[in-house]
């Protein structure tokens, strides 16, 4: 039971590449959540997909796209990357969305460096 | 809106001393509350949470308990240890999250 994974573990981008982030669980779960973290602001939600063939902006959706490619994957693209976007992404699921008292699963974390 | 807010870091503590970290927040409605532990170099994992106001949330030592009538959740623990040394998420259900904590432990 691998729990959250994702691809890659670290990677380097030029201003104006694209890149699809992955993301894949284990666990069954419903709902997957793409964050972004910074330094001194904690996790800021980017999209999120409360069910299979649903997706919703979060706070900071600007510069993203998402698909929930089945019940296991959900993937994030940067269509043109740009230095604002270096930053440390995780990928959670959970096993419901909404509902309160809700537990999320974290994976390691893609370390993203756009020059 | 929902928003949460924890006290900056970092935290300097000696082995065995009395840890607090504050965490306040603002939500409408009936929130819960969690707390949330990151290891350098992996993902976040959960630490221990609340669902309801005075529930006392407790894992390895740590607890905290929902205060209503404060809006806080504070984090405490009366001895820690080395191991203890990580960030610490203070969060409010769904997706609000703190801006961390970040405690180190000194033998």
């Known amino acids: 039971n691998a729990g959250v994974t994702q691809t890659p573990k670290f990677q380097v981008l030029k201003t104006g590449q694209s890149m699809t982030l992955q993301c894949a669980q284990d666990?069954?779960?419903?709902?997957m959540y793409w964050y972004r973290q910074d330094p001194g602001m904690g996790l800021r939600l980017i999209y999120y997909?409360?069910?299979?063939?649903?997706?919703d902006k979060g706070e900071v959706p600007n510069g993203y796209n998402v698909s929930r490619l089945n019940k296991r994957e959900f993937s994030l693209r940067l269509e043109s990357a740009a230095p604002s976007q270096t930053s440390v992404y995780f990928c959670?699921?959970?096993?419901?969305?909404?509902?309160?008292?809700?537990?999320?699963?974290f994976g390691p974390g893609t370390r993203l460096l756009v020059l | 809106g929902n928003s949460v807010t924890q006290m900056e870091g970092p935290v300097t503590l000696s082995e065995e001393a009395f840890l607090t970290i504050n965490c306040t927040y603002t939500?409408?409605?009936?929130?819960?509350l969690f707390w949330y532990v990151q290891y350098p170099g992996e993902g976040l994992q959960l630490l221990l949470k609340?669902?309801?106001?005075?529930d006392k949330g407790s894992n390895k030592g740590f607890e905290a308990t929902y205060r209503k009538e404060t809006t806080s959740f504070h984090l405490e623990k009366g001895s820690v240890q080395v191991s203890d040394s990580a960030v610490y998420f203070c969060?409010?259900?769904?997706?609000?999250f703190g801006s961390g904590t970040k405690l180190n432990v000194k033998p």
């Open positions: 609340a669902t309801k106001a005075d």
């Open positions: 939500a409408t409605g009936y929130p819960s």
């Open positions: 666990m069954n779960h419903n709902s």
């Open positions: 997909s409360a069910s299979e063939g649903t997706t």
């Open positions: 959670a699921s959970s096993e419901h969305p909404g509902q309160g008292g809700e537990t999320q699963y």
């Open positions: 969060a409010l259900s769904d997706w609000y």
